[in-house]
């Protein structure tokens, strides 16, 4: 079926406050900039929706878009028509017949927002209800008022009335932009842009801090962490991400030469941690974000959490932390994220790992290792060597570019 | 001239280009660390990604490639029926498959698995209602040909994989290798879980094919090794067949439409001429059926003289599927939908492509009345 508009009903916005109208005048911004690849559709906001007039685009590829803004909370697909009672009828009856499919009762529902219409809401209902009655094919048709499966709703406006049924949950979550930024450390693995998506879909402008650790890390690595940026770039509103990449070689051989083996990977992670903290300061982001998740592997223990968090009076969400694997594979599937992190490069966090990490470590035990070499200035040098790469949704940055040219004119 | 299309097609000269050139450029192991092996993989990740997009499946399916429809059969099939054999040992196939799906079902069927063979009506697709009263709950694997290589009869691979899916868990397979760069694909949204095809049939390269598998399936490998192909496949990956089975691809859909109207009035003249003389019956139907492909009988003589007669005119056609020419006189096919052996033993096959022109088409219904009639009088 092909339907004429799409009314977006909005998330969470019912809890807030004062600030209310600024977020839903940002969420409006970010749908228009998503729909703005198709010239045919217009969007107009009401008080708690807002309607896209999709004029003969095709609804499958303009939800594909929507899927990208956080803030909505479903979609209803429905049908225009003027506003006439017998127009209204006759737009409702094939509605009616494809919400009926597969045995499905219905009853009407009608919201009659343009109170000069000769009917009101519940005569409206019955007369629809009866044309659909008599005109639908026998048997294509079932009623229960009572306890119908779905609600087929009638819109009545004073432009247009619109008839819908299908309605369709969209990604939730909050708008992003008027909640501040996170930053978040970005291995290439599963779970860190699963924690970026998480972020995101709370409302926050995320950046990506990556460590890399040449030559013992490849382009590859780079190259997997530019993919997976893409990927996320396309849920920011502005459809680009920032993507801060710190040369790490030098203080990581570092620490594994000054620290004992299997304090190794306690320290290193202090000073990631501190040179985020060091970023997130450069660029005024208030909060620190990654894919740690409880009991995977030995830093994520709540010992070592503590250990490695101590060294930053930010906060740090994780938003994994609880989540299974299985959880996590699934969302990371459904942001395209999944086979791209499975690629097996090397990062950082592979390339020392110690034999017997030490899963209780003692914070005591880190600041007396990390007296023992001048990492200071080794930390300043990653902050102030950071390489700031921009992603934009759409246009994945091949690092090889004159090969890709290549495979282009080959393909 | 040239009507044996179905069985295999030149290669296109920009697909052996490619070819060539990433054979000589590309010729790296792709999963190496090095700029040249970094190149390599860039190739063959760009390769998979195209056919993807051109398949409409692009982010829900994976594409392995492999070295033909084939090895795309038997890894579909296998890999499925032993994944899910502690769900059941029942598996669905048709009486017209290929026998790469037939010969795999029948050698599971000896390794314990139970055998639905289902019948085809008189145009040689498969009834859904057929299919829904077959299936069971312990079926785990249902197998069926978009486009079937002999008479060119489409199943409506839509409808019945939503059958499958509507009554049963069972993984849904078809094999695509008549369709694929010819028809219309569009698989993101359908039932379809497996999907195989090969690059011969479109202007590519002998060797190469694919499976296109729901991203959700994971299968065990049909062979062993060194993991490639996400350990799907293994064995080094060959980037040069996999650039030119996505060229090949996508040059053959470049103007699909316009190639698939002008076939199909090929299709309409070739059947007007053969069914103007007398005891020539169609196998299959005119409507829902592939324009590439024509199939009948012609009654009273024996098909290899047509071929021959066709032959000496430098026109080659084919009696029963190249696969099976040289086993039997019969096509199982043909006798699948008409149950009749005379008909099955005196089938042709002429099938088309883009290249085929109208001259030749006319050239070819001119020499077969003649030809015919010459035959038959020998016989008296």
């Known amino acids: 079926m092909q339907y004429d508009a799409i009314l977006i009903r909005l998330g969470e916005l019912f809890l807030k406050g004062k600030n209310k109208q600024s977020f839903i005048d940002r969420l409006f911004q970010t749908v228009k900039t998503k729909l703005k690849n198709f010239p045919a559709v217009t969007v107009e906001k009401s008080n708690d929706h807002f309607m896209v007039f999709l004029n003969g685009t095709d609804y499958q590829a303009a939800l594909k878009q929507l899927d990208f803004v956080f803030g909505i909370h479903s979609y209803a697909l429905g049908k225009i028509c003027e506003t006439e009672l017998e127009a209204i009828c006759e737009t409702a009856l094939p509605v009616a017949i494809e919400a009926c499919r597969s045995g499905v009762s219905i009853k009407f529902e009608t919201k009659r927002g343009w109170k000069k219409f000769p009917l009101n809401s519940i005569e409206i209902s019955q007369q629809v209800a009866a044309y659909v009655g008599t005109n639908a094919p026998e048997g294509t048709i079932r009623f229960n008022v009572a306890r119908p499966d779905a609600v087929v709703r009638v819109f009545v406006k004073k432009q247009y009335s619109l008839v819908v049924a299908k309605v369709i949950p969209a990604s939730g979550g909050l708008p992003i932009g008027l909640n501040g930024k996170a930053l978040l450390m970005l291995s290439g693995g599963l779970d860190s842009p699963v924690a970026g998506y998480l972020l995101m879909k709370r409302g926050l402008e995320v950046e990506g801090i990556h460590f890399e650790s040449p030559p013992y890390t490849t382009a590859r690595a780079r190259q997997k962490v530019y993919d997976l940026a893409e990927k996320m770039a396309h849920y920011l509103p502005k459809g680009k991400i920032r993507i801060h990449v710190v040369p790490f070689t030098n203080l990581q051989k570092e620490i594994f030469s000054s620290v004992p083996e299997n304090y190794g990977m306690t320290v290193m992670r202090r000073m990631m941690y501190r040179i985020s903290a060091g970023i997130a300061e450069q660029h005024k982001i208030r909060l620190l974000g990654n894919g740690e998740s409880l009991g995977q592997v030995a830093s994520q223990t709540p010992a070592s959490m503590w250990a490695i968090n101590a060294v930053t009076d930010l906060p740090v969400i994780r938003p994994v932390a609880c989540m299974d694997k299985v959880e996590i594979v699934g969302i990371a599937r459904k942001i395209g994220t999944y086979d791209i992190s499975i690629r097996p490069y090397e990062d950082c966090c592979t390339v020392f790992v110690p034999k017997f990490p030490v899963t209780f470590p003692k914070k005591e035990h880190c600041d007396r290792y990390e007296k023992r070499f001048d990492w200071e200035p080794l930390v300043q040098a990653c902050i102030a060597n950071t390489e700031m790469v921009e992603i934009k949704a759409g246009e994945p940055i091949q690092l090889d570019s004159e090969t890709t040219d290549e495979i282009c004119g080959l393909l | ?380």
């Open chain 2, 1 to 380: 001239m040239y009507f044996d299309y179905a069985a295999t097609t030149p290669p296109h000269s920009e697909v052996l280009k490619t070819f060539e050139a990433v054979s000589r450029d590309f010729w790296a192991n792709p999963s190496a660390l090095y700029r040249p092996g970094l190149r390599a993989e860039s190739m063959l990740e760009q390769a998979r990604l195209q056919v993807l997009k051109l398949l409409g499946a692009e982010g829900k399916y994976r594409c392995v490639f492999t070295g033909g429809a084939t090895e795309s059969n038997n890894m579909a099939l296998f890999c499925s029926a032993r994944h899910f054999k502690k769900r059941g040992k029942h598996l669905i196939t048709g009486a017209v498959e290929h026998p790469s799906v037939l010969e795999v079902c029948r050698a599971l069927e000896r390794e314990g698995w139970e055998l639905t063979v289902l019948p085809v009506n008189g145009c040689g697709v498969v009834e859904p209602e057929t299919l829904r009263q077959a299936l069971r709950p312990d079926t785990t694997v249902v197998s069926l040909m978009h486009v079937n290589n002999e008479i060119g009869a489409v199943n409506d691979i839509i409808e019945l994989g939503g059958i499958v899916k509507e009554e049963s868990n069972a993984v849904f397979h078809v094999d695509a290798a008549q369709s694929v760069g010819k028809f219309d694909l569009s698989l993101d949204g359908t039932p379809v879980d497996l999907l195989t095809f090969s690059a011969h049939k479109f202007f590519g390269l002998k060797g190469s094919g694919a499976l296109i598998m729901k991203e959700r399936l994971e299968l065990p490998p049909l062979l062993y090794g060194g993991g490639q192909e996400s350990g799907f496949r293994s064995g080094t990956a060959d980037v040069a067949r996999a650039a030119a089975l996505a060229k090949a691809l996508r040059l053959s859909l470049e103007n699909r439409a316009e190639i698939y109207s002008r076939v199909e009035l090929f299709k309409g003249k070739i059947a007007a001429a053969l069914l103007a003389i007398p005891d020539v019956e169609l196998n299959g139907t005119l409507e829902n059926s592939s324009p590439f492909i024509i199939n009948c009988s012609i009654g009273g003589v024996r098909p290899e003289t047509v071929l021959q007669g066709l032959a000496e005119k430098e026109i080659f056609i084919s009696t029963v599927s190249a696969c099976s020419a040289r086993k039997t006189a019969e096509s199982a096919v043909v006798f699948a939908l008409t149950g009749k052996h005379e008909r099955a033993k005196t089938s042709i096959r002429i099938s088309f492509s883009s290249l085929t022109t109208g001259e030749e088409v006319d050239t070819l219904c001119a020499e077969f009345g003649p030809l015919i009639d010459a035959l038959r009088f020998k016989k008296k």
